[in-house]
């Protein structure tokens, strides 16, 4: 994953929470679809949450399965800082400071998630990681993305940054966090919906879909 990256996430760590409700125009259905189909007969699930940030996602996923043991990965040492103080009570999380897409795990998992993270690496990228999380997954294990998506063609792709941008700025941010997330988006790499499907099928991925879209964020999931 691209450096500059680490680096424009790092400076927005301790404000990042606040924000995302206002930088996400569906928040509240994109999050609740994804946490909806986070499911698992194991009453105490290991997960793994790629690109968790400040431990958002796994918050929500923990108070549905309060037994679970959580392992969070994130490239932002300033993110994670602000996961180990959300989560600091709770002795079921471990955090790892790396670079997903090029980190060995040793363990293996009954759900992975992610939420707004694989949309930065390269499209080849996705695949392999895409592979990766199939293998690291046990059988019945399931996989959820809650990610950002690129439109079928120029035009609607256009017309979803044109609807985001207009939302941001009317979300009451200011000035300078609307440039600064406007600045941090153009390092995003995303991939349409067709393209995300059919990379996860490829994967190995049973029952794949998309749970949820709204303009460019929608909700991924698959099983193995």
Not at 185 to 191: E, V
Request: with cysteine; aromatic share 12%.
């Amino acid at each position: 994953m691209d450096l500059s990256v680490k680096k424009l996430f790092d400076a927005i760590a301790i404000d990042y929470d606040l924000q995302r409700k206002q930088l996400i125009p569906c928040f509240e259905e994109f999050y609740g679809v994804a946490l909806s189909v986070v499911e698992c007969n194991n009453p105490c699930p290991n997960i793994l949450d790629l690109g968790a940030g400040t431990g958002l996602f796994s918050g929500m996923v923990y108070q549905k399965y309060p037994n679970s043991r959580f392992t969070l990965v994130d490239l932002s040492e300033k993110m994670l800082e602000g996961a180990r103080k959300r989560f600091h009570q709770l002795d079921n999380f471990q955090y790892v400071v790396a670079d997903y897409s090029n980190l060995t795990f040793s363990q293996s998992y009954d759900i992975v998630i992610s939420s707004l993270s694989i949309h930065h690496l390269t499209h080849i990228a996705k695949k392999q990681l895409f592979s990766k999380i199939y293998e690291l997954l046990n059988v019945g294990g399931i996989f959820v993305n809650a990610d950002q998506v690129k439109g079928n063609d120029s035009m609607t792709d256009h017309y979803f940054k044109q609807r985001w941008i207009e939302h941001i700025n009317k979300s009451g941010l200011t000035q300078e966090s609307i440039d600064a997330s406007i600045e941090r988006r153009k390092l995003d790499i995303n991939a349409n919906l067709g393209d995300q499907i059919k990379w996860m099928e490829q994967a190995g991925f049973q029952a794949v879909d998309c749970m949820y879209k709204y303009f460019d964020f929608g909700v991924f999931f698959g099983k193995k």
